[in-house]
């Protein structure tokens, strides 16, 4: 198996490939696994590091594993974080494990987008997902791992006679110390670095960490390769030049990354105004609830129990697990109130509220090659998540937490939902604070080149040997947790990419 890190890099290097793949997130990776065992000569490389670094601290996480150290920030409507993985697995590495299966009415509205082209429709795509859980090892979140977080969000859904439950994961050795988001310790998460890319490597594929793609190569109107800085590991100081030149280039560099990329290149004029344009997030807010009894949200699977309200499409609330930290900043208290809170974290249950979102953002590149990101929300995403929120109350409730709260400007405490529901009526965008962590749509695929980037076949409109191949390519917001969705895209594209 080839993994390679800085220090098999430096200097000046030249390679041929038939493929190179800019990324090793669940796009690259899925891709690079097909491609492989077809027997094409693939090169990856990935600007994170080679190995896991991981430990639980956010400063740790943020240095090595996190897109431009975990500070990328949407302006716009107002400053919102938006979140992406980084090293050997991209997302895969931080990720929470929820797997969800495209649902079948957003694949039809994609072979719509496509003109009635059904190669990612539900009967190709179907096939693909079971091979692809299998290899990552996706299974329900187990009862003896899932924590009481999790257990009081599926007996609230369980009261309500919601959809939902304990959710799918690709975590199949988990062991529940609710740790996913900082990397997991034990090896217990089915990240794509510890099944998809070790197939690759075992069909000859070379993964190379901590290169930094900066530049497409482009000769007679044709992708022929790129340029990559090698940094090392910690300091990234630049060690060495790295070009590799291949008959087909595949960016998969994430819903943010990819456009970055594509503009900073110099060639966001070329392939046209769906450059970084589109951009969906899932943005989402929070209902945090205080019980009686001990919940310790920190322990037990990161975010392991969802649901859904048909009356509220869109709406995909799922558990939040925080650090006792992290959660007594969100509680908002200092000093004094802070110390007499620290007694009572143990006591909170969260969940998340995310929105498949009709608002819309752009990404672009600065000079020195970080992502620009503009978002505007559009208001119905806020009264969705408004509605959420007083859903997932409910919920909360049912499921035995006794007052609620939530991390928006003054909302106060709150014993029924109803009550915490008409404190959010009048709130603005301004009072909550919002988070993303699914950017993707920002390198459309379609038909028309106005609108999207690469057409049916992940090739570039306006650029032969160019293709993409992960969460910006999506046609329209996806309404489900990307990975999934991610990786049978690539892998549905790679197969047809074999036989071209
Ligand atoms: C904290 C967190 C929790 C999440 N939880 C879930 C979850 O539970 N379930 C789920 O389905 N999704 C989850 N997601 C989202 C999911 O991880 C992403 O949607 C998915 O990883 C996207 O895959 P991708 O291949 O498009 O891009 P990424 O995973 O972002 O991979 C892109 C890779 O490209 C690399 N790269 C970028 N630019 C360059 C360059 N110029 N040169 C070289 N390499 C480059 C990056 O370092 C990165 O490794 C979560 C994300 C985060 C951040």
């Keep these: ?106 694949l039809d509205q994609w072979t719509d987008v496509l003109g009635g082209d059904t190669r990612y429709g539900p009967q190709r795509l179907g096939p693909i997902f079971e091979e692809i859980e299998a290899l990552i090892g996706v299974g329900p979140t187990r009862d003896s791992i899932a924590g009481e977080n999790n257990r009081l969000i599926a007996r609230g859904v369980a009261k309500l006679g919601l959809v939902g439950g304990l959710v799918d994961r690709n975590a199949p050795s988990c062991v529940g110390c609710g740790l996913c988001n900082f990397g997991c310790p034990v090896g217990g998460k089915g990240s794509v670095d510890r099944n998809l890319l070790p197939m690759a490597m075992a069909s000859g594929a070379i993964v190379q960490g901590d290169v930094k793609v900066h530049r497409i190569l482009v000769e007679n109107d044709r992708a022929v390769g790129v340029v990559g800085t090698v940094q090392d590991t910690d300091t990234r100081e630049p060690v060495g030049e790295l070009t590799v030149r291949a008959e087909r ?58 649901f859904e309200d048909p009356a509220l499409p869109g709406v995909l609330p799922h558990t939040m697990s925080l650090p006792p930290g992290a959660l007594l900043l969100l509680l908002g208290q200092a000093g004094l109130a802070a110390k007499q809170m620290m007694h009572q974290l143990k006591h909170y249950a969260g969940c998340l509220v995310m929105v498949s979102d009709k608002g819309e953002g752009t990404v672009s590149a600065s000079a020195n090659g970080r992502a620009k990101i503009h978002y505007a929300f559009d208001p119905g995403d806020l009264e969705r998540i408004k509605k959420g929120m007083v859903l997932t109350a409910e919920v909360l409730l049912a499921g035995g937490a006794k007052e609620l709260t939530a991390p928006v400007h003054q909302i106060g405490r709150h014993t029924t939902a109803t009550s915490l529901g008409k404190a959010l009526e009048d709130r603005t965008i301004h009072d909550f604070i919002m988070y993303a962590s699914h950017p993707m749509a920002s390198c459309r695929m379609g038909t028309d080149p106005q609108t999207s980037v690469i057409g049916p076949d992940a090739q570039a409109h306006h650029l032969p040997g160019l293709y993409l191949a992960d969460s910006s390519i999506f046609p329209t917001s996806l309404g489900v947790n990307p990975q999934l969705t991610t990786m049978a895209l690539a892998t549905a594209i790679a197969r047809d990419m074999a036989q071209a």
């Excluded at 560099?253 to 951009?279: D, N």
Aim: aromatic share 4%.
């Design 1 to 106: 198996m080839t993994l390679r890190d800085h220090t098999d890099a430096r200097g000046t290097t030249t390679m041929d490939a038939d493929v190179v793949v800019v990324g090793s997130g669940p796009g690259g990776a899925a891709l690079s696994r097909v491609l492989a065992e077809a027997g094409q000569r693939v090169v990856v490389l990935e600007e994170g590091p080679a190995r896991p670094n991981f430990r639980p601290n956010q400063a740790h996480v943020s240095r090595y594993h996190m897109q431009e150290g975990g500070t990328m920030l949407a302006r716009g409507s107002k400053i919102l974080p938006v979140a992406a993985g980084r090293g050997v697995g991209g997302g895969s590495l931080v990720n929470s494990a929820i797997c969800f299966r495209t649902p079948d009415a957003i």
């Design 249 to 306: 280039v595949v960016v998969c560099a994430g819903g943010i990354g990819t456009p970055r990329l594509l503009h900073h290149s110099g060639l966001a004029e070329r392939l046209g105004p769906a450059t970084g344009a589109g951009l969906h997030i899932h943005p989402g807010n929070a209902v945090v609830a205080r019980c009686d009894h001990i919940v310790k949200m920190w322990s037990g699977a990161t975010q392991g129990a969802w």
